[in-house]
């Protein structure tokens, strides 16, 4: 059979394509990192799509991560013997800059959850204008199972296998849940060990004395209390005698209540995995900090007050309930009881989509994460610059210029909701997504 003529050769007519078509097909169902926390995360951005009005090109590439990292760590363990440990790396966009996020240990981290923290991550570096895309990381492992030098064997390994993928330049990490200053310091060392001259740049939240800032272990709770702050002056409210339940008594939390308690707000309540402790006249923050520091949780505080379960506190009346411990504490199954003013996110997701809904109706306010708990990113963005000019700046110095931060993205978020009738987290997203958009419109789509 002879060779059937070449459709276009000399003579033919060009085919007619159909006209391009304007929205580009979504990347197909069931992806690795499709759990409901990044459900919940796509809802969010699919709802502040419709709102944002962005080229569809633009909507496409923001759904999913450039880049998701899954290794599995081999550790020896103090008697000998060796375990596996499941990592992850996620990088949701490197269209502002270099990805930034924390790592955490927890039995819970997964592709997913990494991948919807690092979209909230893009959306809240985007929104305070820091020149960063979103990243989040973590080992999947029970910290209070492990020993100190297990965690260091943990943390080593974890940095040694993304080295190909971090860097100053292309990804820095922060600490999150159950990571701390030592967590950083070991991750820097061994980064550094790898280039053979010392990285500090690689990682924000790491101790003082290898270039770390002063002011980055209380970013995240003092910017959660600002934004309180500047959320009751709004609503024509002094902080000040306000009554507030703080969930999680970490980092976040911790720092969070002694910011409520030293602007003479009333703590009547805090909790972590423990449990809760209740005084209606409000708690000694300074005392359970000590309490914390000796005996590792809020378990065995009496001194006057009432044990609760963490549902119960959630529960409780007050003005102000800060959720700072992790995401999905305010589901439909319990915003119907939420008895607060405002809720305020200092956690990631800790109130899923339906929840929203429902808490709207109710007319409770949401300080929304991407916001609210930026603090943390906007001292880590402070350290990396210090870093990289070797440079430092004091105490005061870095508190004005977060305030500075905080407050422009607070009044940005503040007057689009009520110009757009809105609420605050879609006003949130919007603002971020407008911050990516204008830049990867700026940039195109390489080639
Ligand atoms: P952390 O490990 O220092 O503290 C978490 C606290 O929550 C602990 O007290 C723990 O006991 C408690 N907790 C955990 N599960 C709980 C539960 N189900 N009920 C009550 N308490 C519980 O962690 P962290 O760094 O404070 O982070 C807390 C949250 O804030 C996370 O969602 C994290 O992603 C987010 N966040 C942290 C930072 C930061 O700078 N550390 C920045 C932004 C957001």
Redesign the pocket.
């Known amino acids: 059979m002879g060779r059937a003529a070449h459709p276009f050769g000399p003579g033919t007519q060009a085919p007619v394509y159909p006209p391009a078509v304007s929205k580009t097909v979504p990347a197909p169902p069931g992806l690795e990192w499709e759990t409901p926390l990044y459900e919940q995360a796509s809802m969010q951005l699919e709802h502040a799509l419709e709102l944002a009005e962005v080229p569809d090109f633009v909507a496409n590439r923001l759904r999913h991560p450039e880049r998701a990292v899954i290794l599995t760590l081999p550790v020896r363990m103090d008697d000998g013997t060796y375990r596996s440990f499941p990592a992850y790396r996620v990088q949701h966009s490197t269209v502002l800059g270099p990805t930034k996020g924390?790592i955490?240990y927890d039995d819970a981290v997964d592709l997913g959850e990494c991948a919807a923290?690092a979209m909230w991550m893009t959306w809240k570096c985007a929104l305070l204008r820091l020149p960063y895309g979103g990243a989040k990381g973590g080992v999947r492992c029970n910290p209070r199972t492990l020993s100190t030098a297990e965690v260091a064997r943990i943390t080593r390994r974890f940095t040694a296998e993304l080295a190909p993928f971090i860097g100053p330049q292309r990804d820095i990490a922060?600490?999150?849940?159950?990571?701390?200053e030592q967590t950083m310091a070991w991750m820097m060392d061994t980064y550094s060990m790898q280039r053979g001259y010392a990285v500090p740049e690689i990682v924000t939240?790491k101790p003082i004395s290898i270039g770390g800032s002063v002011f980055?272990h209380e970013?995240?709770?003092a910017g959660v209390v600002m934004v309180v702050e500047y959320a009751c002056r709004r609503l024509g409210r002094e902080l000040a005698g306000q009554h507030c339940v703080v969930?999680?008594?970490?980092?976040?939390?911790?720092i969070a209540a002694s910011e409520l308690h030293a602007k003479g707000a009333t703590v009547v309540a805090v909790?972590?995995?423990?449990?809760?402790v209740y005084a209606e006249d409000g708690l000694d923050i300074p005392a359970l900090h000590e309490h914390?520091a000796e005996h590792g949780?809020?378990d065995g505080y009496e001194a006057g007050t009432e044990r609760l379960t963490?549902a119960e506190?959630l529960e409780l009346p007050c003005d102000v309930l800060v959720l700072?411990?992790?995401?999905d504490?305010v589901t439909s199954a319990n915003a119907d009881n939420l008895r607060c003013g405002l809720l305020v996110e200092?956690?990631?997701?800790?109130t899923s989509v339906e929840a929203d809904a429902i808490l709207a109706s109710r007319g409770i306010q949401v300080l929304p994460?991407v916001l609210t708990?930026?603090?943390?990113?906007t001292v880590?963005y402070f350290e990396w610059v210090q870093d990289l000019g070797r440079l430092f700046w004091d105490r005061e110095e870095i508190r004005r210029r977060l305030a500075d931060k905080m407050s422009d993205a607070f009044d940005r978020v503040w007057n689009l909701a009520h110009e757009r009738g809105i609420s605050l987290r879609d006003a949130a997203l919007v603002a971020g997504i407008h911050e990516v958009s204008a830049a990867l419109e700026a940039r195109g789509i390489y080639p």
């Open positions: 924390g955490r923290l922060a600490p999150d849940m159950a990571t701390n939240g980055r970013a995240t709770g969930q999680g008594f970490g980092n976040v939390g911790g909790s972590d995995l423990s449990g809760g914390v949780s809020l963490n506190l700072a411990a992790r995401e504490q200092g956690a990631n997701g800790p994460d708990n930026a603090g943390g990113v880590s």
